[in-house]
């Protein structure tokens, strides 16, 4: 037995000395993303196999942590889902990171994004908005903050922390899109709505534009 244990020991010894130490770290720190640190990865990849002139229409962040981010290794507990638009085919595909590999089609569509949202105003606005994403995009000029950031600004709301205090284990969804699918007067610029949601409520806040200098509503109002 002993002998066996040592074999394994020096067996890992040498896989682990074959590998680079900053690699493994990094793959592990790479498990988890922020909104915007695949955009690139899943345009490329939406380029080659959906369409070429293919654009980013929205982002939509599943049970997000309260700190901005998801694990790509928990794929069916939180994701980050990339809407992508092309003006040739007038149509949307949706993508979702991978842990270790490129970018996959996802199964979640606007449907089950907005099967989440209790706020019967906010779902009827966000389902008016997502019609309108396969014919507009988010221009890759466009200045907008990450998940950390915006999470941060909302929960220094007195509203935000009382709604969690209410509904205990309430989950967070967000969603950057093109501010022109939601307010036709505004400029051309991204905006974030975030869906703080229990078993049977929802508080759903718009920052617009998409930074923490932004105006947070209720996007009922």
Known sequence: MKKNIAGIIFLLILIISACNVEDLISELENSTITAKS?????????????????????????????????????????????????????????????????????????????????DQTAKNILGNVFGTLSTVHIESSVDYHDSPAILSKMFERTDVSDFRFSNVGSKIDMFLIPSKSIDTTSSDAADWIVNFYGDSASLVLWLHPGTVNGTITKISN
């Open 38 to 118: 695949k955009v690139a990865e899943v345009l490329n990849k939406a380029k080659n196999d959906f369409a070429a002139d293919a654009q980013l229409a929205a982002i939509y962040g599943l049970n997000v942590r309260t700190n901005g981010e998801v694990d790509l290794q928990k794929p069916t507990e939180n994701a980050f889902v990339y809407v992508v638009q092309s003006d040739s085919e007038q149509s949307n595909e949706f993508y979702v990171p991978v842990f270790g590999s490129t970018p996959v089609r996802s199964p979640i569509n606007f449907t089950n994004m907005l099967s989440l949202v209790e």
